[in-house]
DNA sequence: CGTTAGTTTGAGCAGCCTCAAAGGACGTGG
DNA sequence: CCACGTCCTTTGAGGCTGCTCAAACTAACG
């Protein structure tokens, strides 16, 4: 697999300096790395496991607003708290900088602040992506898109794509879709019993028809 | 009021950059400025009216990602193509950039990729946000939500917050929230019938009842 | 095995949607 | 100035998707 996390894809003298402020973390499965409104010290990037990201309401409601891979950045907010609560799903390895340090680099290595901006910028798409969701598509659709993102991501991974891992609980896909766990549930049987997936068991879906999978999901 | 403005609150030599690339643009409502998967050439900065941004499934289905007012920039997608179709609520004037351009000057002003970096962050927030929003809350809480946040919006702009304008349409609303027409009109009625809101005209409304607002907006 | 946490399945319900029609706002033309 | 058409909004009636509540099933672990 080749590695796709950002303290190891580093060139030259960037490469140096930003190893010299990172600490390697990591997290068992269902433990906070961060809550919401907390102060934004650190910035992560993750080498392994996966993370939730989520907000809640007053009484408790819970939105997933996404999940991160191993690849993936994680705390980039710039202000001086984050927006949401990071929770890794399973033990997680990343790397950790200081985030007033990180941003000093920045001001010697222009380079990194562009692929900040364009990480950023993808996140705000895939978050637009998000938002049609929500608003706009059917259980069925939801679980759909879900599958879908999670063997494309697993692809861009460099991970067989074959068997798509679902490291989240039912529970976790429900607060992700704006759906129940019920629905989850009955929707993942409904697909099985159309012959579009196939349930190894909880954690690994084999997406038999893909092409199905992305009618669903484009709305067709 | 204030100027918010990207083009005109700028400063020393970054400003005399930006005005010789910079173009003034206008749109009459219910024009395209631009559409999703179209080239991403432009940057805008809308200097006055409203804009929304929305996102189409294969069959029609609407979702609107957000709505954009004075002072607020458009397209900074630094991709190649942009995410979302942008159009005209009510007539808009805005500063219009080469992307090309202003990419160049990126590298000779740093500051500037920083403060776009700044604004991706915020949309991601309030993204997140509208997550929750989408994903979770009800009818009464989505429109009570929507209603705030105008208010806000327009009090940011330093203008008079205690008539909230509303300058889309309910169709708009609804694409917006995830809801139908019907289900947004019923509950404004709701509201006013409550005594929360008082509806001046179909693009003024009044918060009487902030409080009860705020409270439904954060699910208590 | 017994316990616990997570998942599936079932039955009934409710919030929001669909379909339909009436009510307003606005502009155009007689 | 009013009649008329168009578009948007509101209101009503009924239906359906997804939710709630409840119970059975499964897997992991001591």
């Known amino acids: 697999m080749k590695d796709l996390t950002f303290c190891s894809s580093l060139h030259g003298s960037e490469h140096d300096h930003l190893r010299q402020i990172l600490t390697h973390v990591q997290f068992d499965g269902h433990n906070t790395i961060f809550h919401e409104a907390e102060d934004a010290d650190y910035v992560f990037n993750i080498t392994s496991g996966s993370v939730k990201l989520y907000k809640l309401l007053g009484d408790g409601r819970r939105q ?14 710039l202000n001086t708290n984050y927006s949401y609560t990071a929770e890794a799903v ?42 049609l969701l929500l608003g ?32 989240m609980s039912r529970s976790d896909i429900a607060d992700y879709l704006g759906l129940t766990i019920e ?3 009955r929707t993942l049987t409904q697909l099985r019993k159309e012959a579009t997936i196939s349930l190894k068991d909880n954690r690994h879906i084999e997406a038999v028809g893909r092409e199905m999978l992305q009618d669903l999901a484009e709305g067709l």
């Open 136 to 167: 706009r598509k059917t259980a069925k659709e939801k679980v759909a898109s879900f599958l879908l993102m999670l063997a494309r991501r697993q692809e861009h991974r460099g991970e067989d794509s074959d068997m798509i891992n679902v490291p």
């Open 64 to 77: 997933i607003t996404g999940f991160l891979f191993a690849g993936d950045f994680l705390g980039l907010a």
């Open 90 to 131: 399973e033990p997680v390895t990343a790397c950790r900088f200081p985030r007033q340090k990180l941003e000093k680099l920045f001001d010697d290595f222009p380079q990194l602040e562009k692929r900040m901006l364009g990480m950023a910028v993808d996140e705000l798409a895939a978050a637009q992506d998000q938002m």
């Open 183 to 185: 629905t989850v549930s």
